[in-house]
Structure formats: C-alpha cells, structure tokens
C-alpha cells in the first residue's frame, strides 16, 4: 500500500464500498444505470473507476492483430478492440472468446463497416475506450531499439520498430515467481487489501522501469520502505515499484524529476517497508511490489479517491519483453544493455522546454571540435580503468572549465570547485552542466556520451555557453 491513509476519515470504509460496488457491476453483469456512477458526468467529467479485467488472452490476441496490421489498409487498434470487447462483456472478461474478437476483426477487415459504426450504438464503448487507453496508451508504439549485430558479434545496432515498447518490471534472466494477489488482505498498520501485483525475486533483482516517465517519488514509506513512484508523461498512470533493497535501493542516477526511459534500471529487488524506522528489512519474503494507478483526475492521486488495477495478466502480457542487462564492476550500478529511443520521451522533452518558457536551450552556443579517433583512444583507457573521472559529467565540467581559466595547466585545487557544477539535464546520451559562483567564464557545458550511451560511456564535451556579459 501507498500513501498516507487517515484511518480515522473512514477512507478504508470507503474503499471497501469502491470495490464492493465494482464486484456488484461484474456480477450483475451491468444491469442498466449501474455503471453510470463511473461515467464522466457534466459536473465532473472525469472517470471515477476501472476495473482493469481484461484477459492475458485477449490483450494476446489483440496485440497481435495491432502489430500484423501495422502497415495494411485496415489498421486494427489493440485498445479499440479490447474496448469494443469491454462494452460488450461489461468489463467481465470471464465471457472472453476469442471468436469474439475474430468475428469483430473480420467486419472490420470487410471494410465495409467501421469501429465507429460497428459501436455506435453501444452505450459504454467510449468508457471503455477511455479506461482501456489509460491503462495501456503507453505500452504500444514506434520506437527504436539497440540489438545485436549480427554481422559485428558483440556490437549492438540501432533498429526502427513498432509493437510493445513497455517492459517486465523484472530484468531478463533474473527469476521470480508471482500469483494473483489483488485484493487479498494484508494486516500490517491495519486492515487493508492489496492493491498491487507481489513478485517475489532475490534481494539485489534489477527492478526496470515498465513505461517512459518521470520520477514522481522516492524515498522513504513506511509500508512500500524504499519505493519509488513514475508518472507516465501523459500523465494517465503512476507506476509504484516498493520494499526496494536496504542501503542501495535506487539507481544512483535518479532523483525526483529525472526522466528514465522503459527499459531503464530504476533500482534494486529488497525486503524494506513495514517499518516507520528508515531503511529498515522487516518485509519477510523478498519481492518487489508493483502497483498501477490510474489518474484522470488531479484528484484521484491521493485519498479515497485512488484507482489501482489488477495488473497481473498485465505482467504476464509484458514477460515477452524482458530488459537485459549487466553490471558496472566499477561503480557496482546495474544498467541496461539495448538502449531505447522512445519517441515519448523527446516529445516529452521538447513540450517541457516550450512551456517551461525555456530555463535552458538543449544546443549549445559554442561548439567544440570533437576528433572521433581521440575520443575512442580515451573511451578505451577509460575501460582499461585508467581516468575513470571521465565517467562522471560533472568532473568532466569541472576539469573543461578549469582548463579554460589555467590553460597551462592544473596544480593544486581545481579554479571551480566540484561543488560548483550543478548538472541539469542528464540522459543516457547528452548531459549539461550549470557552472554556478562568480570566477566562472562559462555558464553551461554541454557533453555526450559518443561512444557508448550507458553507465560505461565516457563523457566528451560538445560545446557551452559563454557567461553573458553585462
Ligand atoms: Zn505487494
């Protein structure tokens, strides 16, 4: 469980009435009016509840017929077909079969009817639409992918895709074990259900971000202990990894506001929570607790009003895409092998920079000659572990802008102090350095990773910005 809950304000009460009155719409297989309650009215024209029920075979399946469909005439919609389902079995995906969904593809194929004239007429399509889009509207896309290179044993290449660009919260070849546990009881602090998926994994498990967002929370909770919270960029879902591992529970790379990408080791499979003492193992069995929140409304983030939904035919739909990764036998940190370029996270990127009326400009003002050759003699004595300073961009900063004030060298103290340079944007490729205090002739500087673009990619400076004069 997540937040702060005031037991006293009779939330758990409430709660309760939530799902009994979502059981109530499963079993009375939504008699008319009973899932009005739900649906966005004039007022308040958000969604107020989901029950997320649809079937590890029907997303299966649906997804299916996405990719497949991808570059034909007819493109099928996995989210509209799920919907289109959703309406038609109230939610209750017990009465899933697959005929269903062939029958409705076939129309669809014929060309002769539409997703919009075949659910004209059914009055909770576009709640479906709208639930099912808040739940998966992230998982399926364009992207580009690292892969082996087959012709080049041991180097990666970049590859254009479209399909599931969402991964398993588990890194690849890491086991764990896992059953449907939504809505069993837990007893700690008082008497709640489960609203989350448990996999149960060794201490230690890279923990992988399943969407692209940015981190919402981190920290200290006294039921997750060591969690951390991602919103989706859109803002639709909050992806909740707790009970991560005492001591070292994050990546070290991430605070609240950094942006990972899916696929990303976020942090570290562990037993902590249960405890209002920080960092504290008191969870017996060791597991990572996954939740999904659904979000249409500010409102609905925390209090009575939060939606979690069952993920755990989710988890199964994401094991076919697992995220490898190895370890930095320097710095200890975990990180993925086959970077990602997901088209959510530039648009993300480029939107922030527009409405945050542009703190910083993404290129620099002045370019610095970069000879490849030189750079892959350095990357190379970097991995010999000669220089590994190179890794860290804020030294990298520090030394660039020492260098311009004593050109002739260094003795004794750096002229800018390490804790002058304050990095302000950082991905796996590009990062920019703030260089703070007064004796500074450069304000920004700008550095890539132009060799390998993760955690064992030496940093080169590309360019900065001048200070202004005045
Ligand atoms: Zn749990």
Not at 156 to 165: A, E, Q, S
Not at 268 to 275: A, E, F, H, Q, W
Not at 324 to 352: C, F, G, H, S
Request: hydrophobic content about 35%; some cysteine; proline content about 4%.
């Amino acid at each position: 469980m997540i937040k702060k809950i005031n037991i006293k304000h009779g939330i758990i009460g409430e709660l309760v009435l939530l799902i009994i009155l979502a059981s109530f719409l499963i079993y009375e297989n939504v008699k008319d009016n009973s899932i009005d309650a739900f649906l966005p009215t004039a007022e308040k024209d958000y969604i107020k509840w989901v029950d997320f029920d649809v079937c590890y075979a029907a997303l299966d399946k649906a997804y299916k017929y996405d990719v497949e469909s991808h570059n034909q005439d007819v493109k099928l919609n996995w989210i509209e077909l799920l919907a289109f389902l959703g309406a038609r079995y109230g939610g209750n995906f017990s009465n899933y079969k697959e005929k269903h969904l062939n029958d409705l593809v076939e129309r669809l194929r014929s060309q002769k009817e539409t997703m919009e004239s075949i659910t004209k007429d059914m009055k909770y399509y576009n709640y479906y639409l709208e639930a099912y889009t808040a739940v998966l509207g992230g998982f399926v896309g364009e992207f580009e992918i690292q892969v082996p290179d087959e012709a080049n044993p041991g180097n990666k290449v970049w590859v254009k895709k479209y399909g599931l660009k969402a991964f398993l919260p588990i890194a690849k070849n890491f086991p764990y074990s896992d059953y449907d546990d939504f809505g069993v009881s837990r007893s700690y602090g008082y008497k709640r259900i489960h609203l989350g998926h448990d996999m149960m994994g060794q201490v230690g498990t890279p923990i992988i971000a399943v969407e692209s967002g940015y981190v919402e929370a981190m920290g200290w909770n006294q039921y997750g202990g060591w969690r951390i919270g991602i919103r989706s960029f859109d803002k639709k879902r909050y992806y909740y990894y707790a009970h991560l591992r005492k001591n070292w529970p994050y990546n070290k790379s991430l605070e609240e506001g950094s942006i990972v990408k899916a696929g990303d080791v976020i942090g570290y499979l562990g037993r902590t929570g249960y405890s209002k003492n920080e960092n504290t193992n008191n969870i017996d069995t060791a597991h990572l607790h996954f939740g999904l929140q659904l979000i249409f409304d500010e409102s609905q983030k925390e209090g009575i009003n939060e939606i979690w939904i069952d993920c755990y035919d989710l988890i199964r739909f994401l094991y076919r895409n697992r995220s490898e990764t190895a370890k930095n036998m320097e710095t200890k940190e975990w990180y993925r092998v086959y970077d990602i370029k997901d088209p959510a996270v530039d648009a993300y990127l480029e939107q922030n920079n527009m409405n945050a009326g542009k703190d910083f400009p993404m290129e620099p003002q002045i370019e610095v000659p970069v000879d490849p050759e030189i750079v892959k003699n350095e990357q190379q004595s970097v991995d010999e572990g000669h220089s590994p300073w190179k890794l860290d961009p804020a030294y990298v900063a520090q030394v660039f802008v020492s260098l311009m004030i004593s050109p002739e060298g260094i003795e004794g103290e750096y002229p800018i102090p390490y804790e002058d340079v304050e990095i302000i944007y950082s991905s796996d490729e590009n990062a920019i350095a703030k260089i703070n205090g007064t004796i500074t002739p450069v304000l920004r500087v700008y550095m890539k990773r132009l060799v390998r673009h993760d955690d064992t990619g030496i940093w080169t400076v590309v360019g900065f910005d001048p200070v202004e004069q005045k």
